[in-house]
């Protein structure tokens, strides 16, 4: 009971911190919010059961309190320089500002720490480091970005190291991050077309990502190889774990090809099209390895019988999953077509 109470009171102090940011009309109080946020989610990381969770909540208090003290630094020097609270909105201060936000968040090239953060977490405290903790980030960047060439390096870096990351991963922890790396260069992008878009970008993101740990989480996963042999009484669990990662990956028709299809209309209306270009072919390396895990599991690992559909459909967390890959694969087709027709 005093767990459950502790890690309600943290909960409760890190969703209050994200309010504080996003909500903050100075840099002096969204940093206040950063920290508070920070605080909140170590204690929740800590585990005495698992050693590697002490290890990963170092790691992330150090790269976080750089990245805390760094951006305090930039905003009380500019602060003093220019004139009491307020930063012209410059390409240099832009840089300057997105730079420790930018690591916060996981942005390549400064995502060194986020795999092995990651790989000694719980798969509730992946969730909340891969969706919940990047809100205030992002938030700020959107603040203040803007379209120039420092912004387009972290875009193609996020895009490629996200794609090339995760190729040889046997970790499903570790192509979670990479891909997240990888959908980080995408919502930089979508910010370039209105606070709206990146917005819609993340809803979706965070949902697939949801869905896929509401999977593993029941199942004890943590590898690729021990999806293979699952029992076929959880065949449809199989289908719906990867079935997950495809839309995650933005395989047409999965719903998490829907934000990228508007991304890729945009620039190429802005004449942007050798960044997105690149972008949709690095897209289509994280697919590859999502296909080839996914062949593998169900093709040349097969070993059940191929008239056998017995399915444990009394699972509370399976009907759920379904319900969300229902979503997931029919909510592109059920979008375009109310835009068709309404």
Not at 28 to 33: C, E, K, N
Not at 236 to 245: I, N, Q, V
Not at 287 to 314: P, Q
């Amino acid at each position: 009971m005093t767990h459950n109470s502790n890690k309600i009171l943290f909960l409760f102090t890190l969703i209050s911190g994200l309010l504080i940011t996003i909500s903050s009309n100075s840099w002096l109080s969204a940093w206040m919010g950063l920290e508070i946020n920070l605080l909140s989610f170590i204690p929740l990381m800590s585990n005495n059961d698992n050693i590697f969770t002490t290890e990963a909540a170092l790691k992330y208090f150090l790269i976080q309190a750089l990245a805390s003290s760094s951006l305090l630094f930039i905003i009380i020097s500019k602060s003093l320089i220019e004139s009491m609270f307020t930063i012209s909105n410059s390409i240099l201060n832009s840089i300057m500002i997105s730079t420790p936000l930018l690591m916060k968040s996981g942005a390549a090239p400064l995502h060194w720490w986020f795999p092995s953060v990651m790989e000694g977490l719980s798969w509730e405290n992946c969730f909340i480091l891969m969706t919940i903790q990047k809100i205030a980030p992002l938030m700020l960047i959107s603040y203040s970005i803007n379209f120039n060439s420092f912004l387009i390096v972290i875009i193609l870096m996020s895009t490629l190291i996200g794609a090339i990351g995760g190729y040889n991963q046997t970790s499903i922890r570790k192509i979670l991050t990479y891909s997240s790396i990888n959908h980080m260069g995408w919502m930089l992008t979508a910010m370039l077309m209105g606070e709206n878009m990146w917005m819609l970008y993340f809803l979706i993101y965070s949902f697939l990502t949801l869905t896929i740990i509401l999977i593993v989480i029941p199942m004890q996963i943590s590898f690729v190889n021990q999806t293979f042999l699952i029992n076929e009484n959880n065949k449809m669990m199989k289908f719906l774990l990867f079935s997950s990662l495809l839309s995650l990956g933005g395989l047409p028709p999965f719903l998490g090809f829907l934000p990228k299809w508007m991304i890729i209309q945009f620039m190429m209306i802005n004449w942007s099209t050798t960044i997105i270009s690149t972008m949709v072919i690095l897209s289509l390396l994280t697919l590859y390895y999502y296909l080839r895990i996914t062949y593998s599991a169900f093709i040349i690992l097969g070993i059940e019988m191929s008239w056998n559909t017995k399915n444990d459909y009394n699972s509370k967390i399976m009907t759920l999953s379904f319900i969300f890959l229902t979503i997931s694969m029919l909510g592109l087709i059920m979008t375009t077509a109310f835009i068709n027709i309404f």
